[in-house]
């Protein structure tokens, strides 16, 4: 406890040292990205690869069991008429839905992750903020998504943010913790990068752009400052963490300039769902359509491929 | 008996001092009558290169300062100028113009030096310009001095040609070498004795009388020095400039008029000795978030 | 621990991704372009254009004489008294803008040629050298009919034929840099490009040709150095404006002494790239890869000295030599290639000369692992530490994909260093402090400061260097000054 507090004292010093960041700069380096032509063989492998990291989501509060219970289904079986698909990640659900997740996805390799910490504004005291994560990792939660208090982190009240993080980090247990920034009010990527660095030095096992209810969600810029923030903690430290860019990317492009993107900045060891996701929930559709496009070389229609 | 009159001495002017020439030399132009106009220095290669030395000193200063102090500066020299006017008209007259003349071409130079006073911080706004680039930059140019320029001054004209030529130089920031005419030199020095008791620094202006031939090609293959400016007439000597300037890609700028007419001055002669500058910076685009709940 | 990966690592590479040249026409012979048709060289030579990323042979070019460059001129000079100069200025326009609509519409067979032309990859012709191309005849074919606004209290006139002689880094965009701003002041045009990539040029007369512009408004004479001595030895040019060695502008400048005879030179650099601690440290990691290795190097203002505050240095270092390990190296075709070929063979000695006088000068050289094709010139990027202000990597043009570094710790030292060097095209400044932008890019002596950004380009953003680097502005209202006469 006493090291713990001995890093609080030098947080503001640590997030002293995140780089600044220069937004029309990223911007370029973005776009080198977007150019980068992937065909053929090396487009099947990472459309696939894209699927296998996708965290399916359903976050509203209109959520009902039942729909919960199709996407389990569909998380398993993405699209029988394709042979050799791969699942999805996991599936993205609030508190209350985790143990009809769980049990939905009973003997398949698909996690459950739990939104929490009064997703998604997090403006609730930390002792709700505890007991609503401990009580979806008592639900069988495998990975915790929590939100940061953007609130105290744009009042300068670092120290506040940090220690959130690490209390939750603790109530998770054996659950992995995403941390979600929710970019779209930190504003700036300066902000985002700070961030970013207090996350990863408090605790998280991934960091994640966004809740999905806040314009604009994950952005090539905004994931690319976070990937940066990683691969520098990376250098430091050697010690990996994943990254989850969610909500906003719903075409196979895009996730493809993702992929490319993880892979020049951290390289091919961060390719697979144990360090990068996709926080999603039309992606999966549009990577299948393409696939099934290669397999059959006929371009295809939403309507034959569920949307559950 | 009447009373000995004093010989004036003329010097050089270089680094805001008036040493004699380094080399000892001097010569005796003389005038229509046959008249020594006095005794000058005859400045050597030695005097060339202790004279760009100065000015490359100077330059930083110089252009640094605001151009509104130029301005005054500059205005002050003016002022100087207006107060000796009868020794200029004394000399010009010695040298050969009629009295109406030498007041005319006195009157010019003062004239002329008020003109460029005020131009020192007004040419920037016409010079320099802020561009639309299609990327997210911000983009502009803006016109600097060139640095050290060495001036040859106009072989016929004592006062009117050396102002007009040396004026628009300092008044974009640079600091000069001026080689005065050859044949006509007592106004060239004594406009250095104006220098020095106005406010102009140390350096910005230095005067060497003497041989233009022996002078020239010293100062136009000098590797420190940025551009030329040539007031003479003679396209042989021109050419030689023009090919001595190669060495160190300097620029030459060569003008033949009249400068005793009065629109013989402009913009040109500031902007010509300026180099363009553009500098771009990024301009981050924030914003744009908004609430879905 | 030194890592918590627990699972085996994915190959997922690029696969190539080839630009398709099957739409591409190129004849087998190219002849000169003169007074509006295309007329074999009095001499009856040719030369080969090969493509320096396979050492395939791509067309033969014709070898413009002096007697061909007198017909050039003679054309130059006709079409000059006789249309070009008594057409009302609005109507010049019109014809300039129609070149520019023309480039855009056939602006991938362009971007594709330079490719296959020069080594340079796709991605830049593509998406910098074609785009600025056409912007820039688009953006002076404006200026026409609207000169008196671009001299205030002056009245200008158009000086009559300019020869032009273009290098061989950025061919088709050099050629519109001359050119554009040429025409829209009312002159006449004899351009000769460089011999290796005279192709876009060739295409680009072309478009001209179908554009329905004037016979013998812009005439292009292939050939080699003594073509271009021709064009400026010439008494019926009126102006000169070359892009090139400081070397050859120094023969030109000499050569025009004595004569009435306009000149604008735009000429060699060794442009200093200063990181300061503050800097967005990612982003300047970026503007230095995109500062040097932008073109294969094969760029007068490239920034090709790197200073960084001793401080970050060790960061910036490690990171650079990181990044440097994600460029692709290859085939220029491949939409996915970084670094392309190296223009010339004659170009690839040299480079591989200054790497071998780093090496002896003792400095330390980096490469990343890559491979390159077995055929054609190239060269990886290459880094140079413990490297001296007096070391000739330091001090001289390499022009190739070859950065130098070294360490400051002051601010009035990597002023003195930036600004110790007989050239003075430009310089990158890397840094968050706003007064600290303004003060360097005021004692910075170079024509371009590029603060927290390098390497942009734009036809309305002046371009040209200070001290040896040349005079003479290209691009935006400065660059009009170039092709006008005061009167």
Redesign the interface.
Same mark, same amino acid.
């Given at each position: 406890m006493q090291m713990k507090k001995d890093i609080q004292q030098s947080i503001d010093q640590l997030l002293f040292n995140s780089p600044t960041i220069d937004k029309v700069g990223v911007e370029e380096r973005v776009a080198r990205f977007q150019t980068r032509s992937i065909k053929g063989d090396s487009k099947l492998q990472a459309l696939k690869m894209a699927l296998n990291m996708i965290d399916l989501t359903t976050l509203e509060g209109k959520d009902s069991p039942g729909k919960v219970q199709q996407m389990c289904y569909k998380a398993m079986h993405l699209h029988d008429e394709l042979p050799n698909l791969p699942t999805v990640a996991a599936v993205c659900v609030y508190p209350s839905m985790v143990k009809i997740a769980k049990s939905a996805l009973l003997n398949s390799k698909v996690n459950v992750a739990s939104v929490s910490t009064a997703f998604p504004s997090g403006q609730a005291p930390l002792a709700v903020k505890l007991a609503d994560t401990t009580f979806a990792v008592n639900e069988g939660a495998d990975e915790i998504d929590m939100v940061i208090s953007r609130g105290k982190f744009l009042a300068g009240e670092y120290s506040f943010v940090f220690d959130e993080i690490a209390a939750i980090k603790d109530a998770c247990g054996n659950a992995r913790l995403k941390v979600i920034l929710e970019t779209g009010e930190l504003l700036t990527l300066d902000n985002v990068r700070k961030a970013s660095d207090l996350a990863i030095l408090a605790g998280a096992d991934f960091i994640k752009t966004s809740t999905g209810k806040i314009q604009p969600a994950a952005t090539m810029q905004v994931t690319y400052t976070m990937l940066m923030a990683i691969k520098d903690y990376y250098e430091a430290t050697g010690k990996m963490i994943g990254m989850k860019p969610a909500g906003g990317i719903s075409t196979s492009k895009l996730a493809l300039h993702y992929l490319v993107m993880v892979k020049e900045v951290l390289g091919n060891a961060w390719l697979s769902n144990e360090w990068f996701r996709f926080g999603a929930s039309s992606l999966a559709n549009d990577v299948l359509m393409q696939l099934m496009k290669a397999e059959t070389g006929v371009y295809q229609s939403p309507d034959y491929f569920s949307i559950d | 008996m009447s009373r000995l009159e004093i010989v004036k001495t003329y010097k050089i002017y270089i680094g805001g001092q008036f040493p004699r020439t380094e080399s000892g030399r001097y010569y005796s132009p003389v005038n229509k009558e046959g008249k020594v106009l006095g005794n000058i220095c005859l400045s050597s290669r030695k005097d060339v290169r202790n004279a760009v030395v100065a000015a490359r000193k100077a330059v930083g200063s110089w252009s640094e300062r605001s151009a509104f102090n130029r301005g005054q500066i500059l205005y002050r020299i003016a002022e100087m100028l207006e107060g000796r006017k009868a020794q200029f008209v004394e000399e010009l007259q010695f040298q050969g113009s009629s009295k109406q003349a030498a007041e005319s071409e006195v009157n010019l130079a003062i004239d002329r030096i008020v003109y460029y006073a005020g131009w020192c911080d007004k040419y920037q706004v016409i010079v320099s310009s802020v561009n639309p680039v299609a990327s997210s930059h911000f983009n502009f140019s803006v016109a600097e001095p060139m640095g050290v320029v060495g001036i040859i001054a106009p072989e016929n004209s004592s006062l009117i040609g050396l102002v007009s030529l040396v004026l628009p130089v300092i008044c974009g920031g640079n600091t000069v070498v001026v080689l005065a005419s050859e044949k006509l030199p007592l106004c060239a020095v004594t406009f250095a004795e104006v220098l020095h008791s106005s406010d102009v620094p140390g350096g910005v202006i230095n005067i060497l009388t003497g041989s233009t031939d022996e002078m020239a090609p010293t100062l136009s293959t000098h590797m420190d020095v940025n551009a030329l400016v040539y007031g003479g007439s003679d396209p042989l000597k021109l050419k030689e400039i023009q090919e001595n300037a190669v060495l160190n890609v300097k620029r030459v700028f060569a003008y033949s008029t009249d400068w005793k007419k009065a629109d013989a001055q402009g913009l040109h002669y500031i902007s010509d000795v300026q180099e363009i500058k553009t500098i771009w910076h990024p301009i981050e685009n924030v914003g744009g978030a908004t609430s879905n709940y | 621990?030194? +890592?918590?990966?627990?699972?085996p690592?994915?190959?997922?590479?690029?696969?190539?991704?080839l630009e398709g040249t099957s739409h591409i026409q190129l004849k087998k012979k190219y002849d000169l372009f003169i007074g509006g048709k295309w007329v074999k060289p009095s001499s009856g030579k040719y030369f080969q254009s090969i493509n320096p990323a396979n050492e395939e042979v791509l067309a033969e070019v014709a070898y413009g004489s002096e007697k061909d460059v007198d017909i050039a001129v003679k054309a130059a000079r006709k079409a000059y008294n006789e249309v070009w100069s008594i057409m009302p200025a609005a109507e010049r326009a019109k014809y300039i803008y129609r070149i520019a609509r023309l480039m855009q519409e056939r602006a991938r067979e362009l971007a594709v040629i330079e490719t296959l032309d020069g080594g340079k990859t796709i991605?830049e012709a593509r998406?910098i050298d074609v785009p600025l191309a056409c912007?820039h005849f688009f953006y002076y074919a404006g200026w026409a009919d609207k000169l008196e606004y671009a001299f205030?209290?002056?009245k200008v006139e158009s000086l009559g034929v300019a020869g032009q002689i273009i290098p061989w880094n950025f061919p088709l965009l050099m050629a519109a840099w001359k050119i554009a701003p040429a025409l829209a002041a009312g002159n006449t045009v004899v351009l000769k490009p460089a011999e290796t990539t005279s192709l876009t040029a060739l295409k680009l007369a072309e478009i001209i040709e179908a554009a329905g512009l004037p016979a013998g408004v812009v005439n292009i004479v292939t050939g080699y150095g003594d073509t271009g001595a021709a064009i400026v030895n010439h008494s019926d040019v009126n102006k000169i404006a070359f892009t090139g060695s +400081?070397n050859v502008?120094?023969i030109i400048?000499?050569a025009?002494?004595?004569t009435s005879k306009k000149l604008t030179?735009e000429?060699g650099g060794k442009s200093a790239n200063i990181i300061f601690d503050?800097?967005?440290?990612?982003?300047a990691v970026? =503007?230095i890869v995109?500062g040097i290795f932008f073109n294969q190097g094969h760029v007068c203002c490239a920034g090709s000295r790197l200073f960084v505050q001793e401080n970050v240095a060790e960061k910036v270092i490690?990171k650079l030599k990181?990044r440097l390990k994600?460029l692709y190296v290859g085939n220029p075709l491949d939409?996915?290639t970084d670094i392309g070929a190296i223009n010339s063979k004659e170009q690839l000695a040299t480079i591989t000369k200054y790497l071998e006088i780093g090496k002896q000068e003792g400095a330390e050289m980096y490469q990343p692992a890559c491979t390159i094709p077995a055929k054609g010139f190239y060269c990886p990027p290459t880094l140079f530490t413990n490297v001296a202000q007096s070391n000739r990597i330091a001090q001289e043009e390499i022009f190739g994909p070859v950065l130098t570094i070294q360490t400051f710790r002051t601010i009035d030292e990597v002023i003195q260093k930036a600004n110790n060097s007989?050239y003075g095209l430009a310089a990158g400044v890397w840094t968050?402090k706003g007064a600290r932008?303004f003060n360097m890019?005021?004692q910075l002596n170079?024509?371009?400061?590029?603060?927290? +950004?390098y390497n942009?380009f734009?036809p309305?953003?002046?371009?040209?260097g200070?001290?040896?680097? =040349?005079?003479g502005?290209e691009g =935006?209202?400065?660059g009009l000054a170039a092709y006008v006469k005061?009167v």
């Open positions: - | - | 621990m030194a +890592t918590n990966k627990n699972i690592e994915v190959e997922w590479e690029y696969a190539p991704s991605r998406d912007n205030p209290n002056r +400081t502008g120094k400048q000499k025009l002494a004595g030179l000429l503050d800097a967005p440290i990612d982003q970026e =503007g995109n490690a990181e994600t939409k996915n007989p968050e932008i890019a005021n170079a024509g371009v400061i590029w603060a927290n +950004t942009k734009d309305t953003s002046p371009f040209g200070y001290k040896e680097s =040349g005079f502005r =935006g209202v400065h005061f």
